[in-house]
């Protein structure tokens, strides 16, 4: 499973490595040190790097966070089980739907509930669609980063608000969908919205295949993403790497597959693996998860059966779960999401956590990036596909 | 020479275009906008929305997102505004060109929004920067920042030339982080909080 | 997961790593996470062996965070018999034990060889003021570097042996911890447009405090 090591084991001191030395870095040189943000337009929000230069080549990079910490933990921690759920959604704001789940996952645990199967249904369904915004919005934003402007971007979102009216005319909301209730789902599916979904799903399959043929062989596409920012499997299973960062260094591990969360056992899917771990891997391998995704829709589509949506003895405002703890995770589209929760039999949490796969998927980054060229910088971190908004919190 | 309302609407319609310099400079410049391409959460990605496929910004003259401030005469502020963020905002509008306008998008940007409670986050974009249109929602539609930009328009449209809208606009103070807050916490030359009647 | 269970990790780590404390902290809630709190002396050994047994290979940090316990008093019922005029009565009797202020790390261990997870294992300090440092586990899972530092910058615990340990989220001269249940933040609630019943709150104490905005004092 582990190709051999090219840049050795992990080290926080760039001087001490591999690659820092073959970059050929000349002590006496002058370095010059850039700023990257927070106001960049590749950043995806308010990121910065501190960047140390030799020339073009990067030989320190030191992320600095915290532009848009807006304490959604602190505020979690003042208000009821139930109000932090609308705040999820503002986590990874492309994502809202699948964040919803992870943090009903959560209270659920915490307070011993259970979910009726459509509930269960829907859940897989809209959190699916949410991979396939996300992964959509990633190759617009990611080509975008790497100069073909809007292009690729138009097509994204051309594709994106298809689903966005999936989600608007479920929830009420296009981005914010506040849809998850502990114990089910807010509202039942409106009439019609299962034929509509289909034949955003039907349509899928010929957008994947004119995008890849606009980005699979692309001359520039390949030179710039192949063969950089390479991370071996040992290291990015030691650096708590997660999602199609961590699939695309070939390392087997998908939540949906590992922990057989919600109904995921009921369908039959692929967990697509990259050989190499480099940028035009962890680029391709979301078109592969997203066909994947497409073969979860299709018979979630078909069999969702019928019945209520909410557990009727679930109690959503006054909820106290018995004192304890728990931690539950989902796979989100950019990683393991989690939420760890501690309860002192009040209304509120007494701690409340959130893992943000983003975050700490970025441990890594300044180890892609040493040695590579300053420009390869912003490709590198568009692969790793972040959301400020989850990595502040 | 002020031309009479009904005149001109009489003599447009005999094909004879009756116009002044400033209707057609304010035409013209509000016709060419170019926003600052800076997203800051959640509100951005309805910003980048507004300017995608089905939107189009473009159809209203501002659709050059340009990155540098230099080179932009629209600040959207698009999302949360946090304590450690601000300085870099006020930055950024004191760097874009004269005459500049504000757009401040989302709850987050007005008030705080939702996050108002929090340690880090200001209360308000309006604490230091002058705000020209303000948009509710959490997040506002690519429909409400349409509105909001032909709102802007339509101020632009009343810009007398005046010596006074000539001037060049005031550089804000910077803020700077404290041990606690920020310092100042607020710009008085430019924030006037609304009077509260309480008791009533 | 299951054929592992938490007691049984506690036993193998004594019997690795000599001088070990290690305490097993039941979990009274429905999810059943029990969790390992051990000692910081042996602390980075421990993770290394949980990282490293051949059966365990806990390889993967998920998720690090901490928590504040302030002194806080534990009221129990416990039924006691007592002997009142030589009769025994069972009676309820209430029982207050006091528990001093102490930081909490936790650290979400799961293994992506053997897809097993999660371990829960506590790490604590003396206090909340002076005794604050921790071994930091960063050596063993690189993955727990930027949410040490997350840790550090929100409640104060200083991690020992971190290769970089500053401020993540605020402001390098930022002197508070501001996820501590003691912290208030700084008053600026001048005006509130849309106040819900808390923000009000504030913003009544402050009106009352400077008079400012304070527009019709009717």
């Known amino acids: ?210 995008m890849e043929s606009l980005i699979a062989t692309n001359e520039i596409v390949i030179s710039r993403t192949q063969r950089i920012g390479r991370l071996p499997a040992d290291k990015a299973v030691n650096g708590s790497m997660t999602g199609p960062c961590l699939r695309a260094s070939g390392v087997n591990y998908d939540i949906r597959k590992v922990d057989r969360y919600g109904i995921y056992d009921r369908f039959e899917f692929r967990v697509p693996l990259g050989d190499h771990g480099d940028c035009y891997d962890r680029l391709m391998i979301r078109f592969l998860e997203m066909r994947e995704t497409l073969k979860i829709l299709r018979p979630a589509l078909r069999d969702i059966p019928e019945g209520p949506v909410m557990d009727p003895k679930a109690r959503q405002r006054n909820l106290r779960p018995p004192e304890g703890e728990a931690y539950a995770r989902v796979e989100a589209p950019k990683g393991e999401l989690g939420f760890y929760l501690i309860s002192d039999a009040s209304d509120k949490p007494y701690r409340y956590r959130v893992r943000p796969p983003s975050l700490i998927n970025l441990t890594l980054l300044e180890d892609l990036c040493l040695g590579e060229k300053i420009a390869d910088v912003m490709v590198i971190l568009g692969t790793i596909d972040i959301v400020l908004g989850e990595v502040d919190r | 020479m002020a031309v009479d309302e009904g005149l001109k609407s009489e003599l447009s319609k005999q094909g004879v275009f009756v116009t002044n310099l400033r209707e057609l400079h304010n035409w013209g410049h509000k016709n060419s906008l170019w926003p600052l391409q800076f997203g800051l959460a959640c509100c951005a990605i309805e910003m980048i929305s507004a300017t995608m496929a089905r939107y189009d910004l473009a159809r209203f003259g501002a659709e050059i997102f340009r990155p540098s401030p230099r080179q932009a005469d629209l600040l959207i502020v698009a999302g949360t505004v946090t304590k450690k963020m601000a300085p870099q905002v006020v930055r950024l509008y004191n760097q874009m060109a004269d005459p500049k306008y504000v757009i401040s998008m989302g709850a987050c940007a007005i008030s705080g929004g939702p996050f108002k409670e929090g340690y880090n986050v200001l209360k308000g974009i309006d604490r230091y920067i002058p705000v020209d249109v303000s948009i509710p929602g959490c997040p506002p539609r690519p429909e409400a920042l349409l509105h909001a930009l032909m709102n802007l328009q339509e101020k632009i449209q009343a810009d007398q030339l005046g010596p006074e809208d000539q001037a060049e606009t005031a550089e804000c103070p910077v803020p700077e982080f404290g041990e606690h807050d920020l310092e100042p916490s607020k710009n008085p030359g430019v924030w006037h909080p609304p009077q509260i009647r309480r008791g009533e | 997961m299951n054929a592992l269970s938490t007691e049984s990790i506690a036993a193998r780590v004594r019997e690795a790593v000599p001088e070990a404390e290690v305490e097993l902290i039941p979990n009274k809630g429905p999810s059943g996470q029990d969790s390992l709190l051990i000692g910081a002396a042996k602390a980075v050994e421990i993770a290394a062996f949980l990282r490293d047994d051949p059966e365990l290979r806990f390889d993967y940090a998920s998720n690090v965070t901490g928590v504040d316990w302030p002194e806080r008093v534990v009221k129990e019922r416990v039924t006691a018999t007592e002997e009142v005029d030589g009769e025994t009565k069972e009676g309820k009797k209430v029982v207050e034990t006091k528990i001093p202020g102490f930081l909490e790390a936790v650290y979400h261990l799961y293994s992506m060889e053997r897809k097993h997870g999660p371990l829960v294992v506590r790490l604590r300090t003396g206090d909340r003021e002076n005794n604050v440092t921790l071994p930091s586990l960063t050596p063993v899972y690189r993955g727990a570097e930027f949410q040490e530092r997350e840790v550090y910058d929100l409640y104060g615990i200083r991690f020992d042996g971190h290769p970089d340990l500053r401020r993540l989220l605020m402001w390098e001269n930022f002197a508070d911890y501001p996820m501590r249940k003691d912290y208030t933040p700084p008053d600026d609630y001048e005006y509130e447009p849309t106040p819900h019943d808390a923000v009000l709150e504030k913003a009544k104490r402050h009106q009352a405090d400077d008079g400012c905005g304070k527009g019709d004092p009717a």
């Open chain 1, 1 to 210: 499973m582990n190709p051999p090591s090219e840049t050795g084991s992990p080290s926080p001191n760039p001087a001490e490595s591999p690659r820092y030395r073959t970059a050929g870095y000349d002590s006496d040189a002058q370095l010059l040190e850039v700023s990257l943000g927070p106001q960049h337009p590749s950043t995806h929000g308010v990121f910065r790097m501190n960047v140390a230069l030799d020339g073009e080549d990067v030989v320190k990079l030191k992320p600095v966070f915290g532009y848009l910490h807006r304490n959604h933990e602190q505020i979690a921690e003042q208000v009821s089980y139930l109000g932090s759920m609308p705040y999820t959604d503002r986590l990874d704001y492309f994502c809202s739907l699948s964040n919803n789940w992870a943090y009903a996952a959560a209270v659920e645990k915490l307070a011993g509930i259970d979910v009726p199967e459509r509930a269960e249904y829907i859940r897989v369904i809209t959190s699916e669609l949410t991979r396939l915004v996300n992964h959509t919005s990633f190759l617009g934003f990611m080509l975008s980063d790497m100069g073909a402007w809007g292009t690729v971007l138009m097509y994204a979102f051309r594709e994106r608000e298809k689903i966005l009216d999936l989600f608007e005319s479920l929830t009420g909301s296009r981005m914010m969908g506040n849809y998850m209730r502990f114990g089910g789902c807010r509202c039942d599916l409106p009439p019609g919205w299962l034929e509509q979904a289909r034949k955003v799903v039907d349509g899928y399959p010929a957008f994947l295949d004119e």
